[in-house]
Structures are given as C-alpha cells and as structure tokens.
C-alpha cells in the first residue's frame, strides 16, 4: 500500500511539474525523448552487429579455405552481415585484385560502418550538454519574472510559489542529461568494442602466403612467364588439371598486380583463378 501511495505520489508531483513548469518544460521533455529514441535505436543495431564474434568468423574463413578456398570463404561469411564479415570479405580478394585495391576496398569499408556505428552519436551528445542549460534558462527567466512582480507587491509565499515553478525546468533539464550520459557511455563502449574486433580482424587477414590455381585461355608458357616475372610471385608451375593449368604461390603484402591483369597485360589473353587459398 506505502508503494502505490509513493507511486501516485510521484506521479501527482510530475503531473503538477508540467502544469506548472510552461513550454520550456514540454521543450526539454520532447529533447529527452528523442535522445532516448535515438539511444534505444543505436544500442539495438550495436548489439545486433555483436552477435557474431571475430573469432567465429574466422574459423569459418579456415575451415572454408581447406574446402573451396577464397570464394567459398566469401559465401559462407557472406550470412554474418556485419563489420568484420564485410571487411574480411574484402581481404579475402587478393588475387583478384591487387594489394592496394584490397587495402582501399578495406578501408572504404572501415569507413561507412564506423559511420553507421557512431551515426547519432553527436545529436545525443548535444542533447546531454544542452537541456541542463535550456532548464537553466527557465528558471532565470522564471525568477525574474517572479521578482518583478513581487517588486510591485512582495508576498512570502508567492515568492516561494514562484522559485518552485522556476526551478521546475532547472529539475526537467538536469533530469534529461543524467539519464543519457550514461546510456551515452555506454554506447561508446559497445562501439568500442566493435572497433577491437575490426582491429583484430585486419591483423589475421594480414596474409603471409597464398596458394591460386589459374585457368589460362592461351599460351601457357607466356603466362608462366609473365607470372614469374611479376612482384610477389614465388613460385609458378603448370599442372594438369579439368578445371585449371597453372598453380602459383605468391606473397600477398607484396603482390602489385592482381594475377589476371599480370597475365593479360603481358600475353593478351584471357584468365580466370580458379582456387585460392590464403594463409596466415
């Protein structure tokens, strides 16, 4: 009974507070709401991206790699759809593309999630720093208002009337940044820890080493030869095989060219990697 009685209580006390407390009141309320909005949107997209854990996705790029390589890799982390999915998506092209193109494509990457994850970030921080001021200024200009009027008649008890409604938005805008800043605080740690795991995944994709077995429509020797001669490539052999008739090792840190345009720039001819397995 003492609980519900606290309850109603409470809420006779808010409802009296709004009545009292004039727009500047609804003002800073309608702000809170929307920062609470805006909070509540950003942990449900933080959490969900943080389902998935690093570790996880890699051992599927592993297991993967024994199996079909780079492009089996690529569909099978392709269902994860979060930051570290796609920017190891990307690592896992190599080959296909040159270093740099990756290293670019990686970073492009990098640079639209972490727009996503801290989208907002700024108005809620605004929100924070400015209702306790919007609150302030209601209660100066309510206890100028109250002062002025009491210059003309002076009343105890309508200057006590008047600081209570006065302080009224000082309480609403106080109330409004003491509930966000932690939920702030708390976003920007979720974000945090997001950006870890992105870090970790550009260490592990660092790849030392890569095995690409390569489907040539032309002169076989050319292309050996083009390969042999092309910055990262270390070791080239022509194999026998349905699907492909060169294998290559290569370093991908050093690789300058993706392999089809090192074959086609020099022979002319058309090619398409069939496999490729990269390394830790």
């Known amino acids: ?3 519900i009685d606290t309850i109603i209580n409470f809420f006779e006390l808010v409802i009296d507070m709004f009545q009292n407390g004039g727009a500047l009141t609804y003002i800073i309320t309608l702000v809170g709401i929307y920062g ?3 909070s509540i949107q950003k942990i449900r997209y933080l959490k969900k991206i943080s389902k998935i854990d690093t570790t ?3 051992g599927t790029v592993i297991t993967s790699m024994e199996t079909g390589g780079a492009i089996e890799a690529l569909k099978n982390i392709s269902k994860y759809k979060n930051p570290v999915s796609r920017i190891i998506s990307e690592a896992l092209k190599i080959g296909y593309k040159n270093r740099i193109e990756v290293e670019e494509a990686m970073e492009q990457v990098f640079i ?3 727009s996503k994850m801290t989208n907002g970030l ?3 921080k605004t929100i924070i720093e400015i209702a306790p001021f919007l609150g302030l200024i209601g209660t100066v ?3 100028w208002l109250t002062f002025k009027t009491l210059g003309v008649s002076p009343d105890t008890a309508a200057l006590s009337q008047g600081i209570y409604i006065a302080l009224i938005t000082t309480i609403a805008g106080l109330t409004v940044a003491i509930i ?4 702030n605080t708390y976003i920007k740690g979720l974000i945090d820890t997001e950006m870890d795991k992105i870090e970790l995944a550009n260490k592990i994709t660092n790849w030392s080493y890569a095995i690409a077995k390569i489907r040539v429509d032309g002169p076989v020797n050319c292309a050996l030869e083009s390969l042999k001669e092309a910055e990262g490539i270390v070791n080239t052999k022509e194999i026998e095989s349905k699907e492909a008739n060169i294998q290559i090792s290569f370093k991908p840190r050093m690789l300058e060219k993706s392999l089809n345009n090192i074959i086609l720039e020099k022979c002319d001819i058309q090619s398409e990697i069939i496999e490729s397995k990269l390394k830790q």
């Open 1 to 3: 009974m003492i609980i």
């Open 36 to 38: 609470g909005i805006l």
């Open 56 to 58: 996880e996705i890699m």
């Open 112 to 114: 639209v999630e972490v």
């Open 122 to 124: 700024d108005t809620l």
């Open 141 to 143: 200009s309510g206890l």
């Open 180 to 183: 966000l800043l932690p939920i």
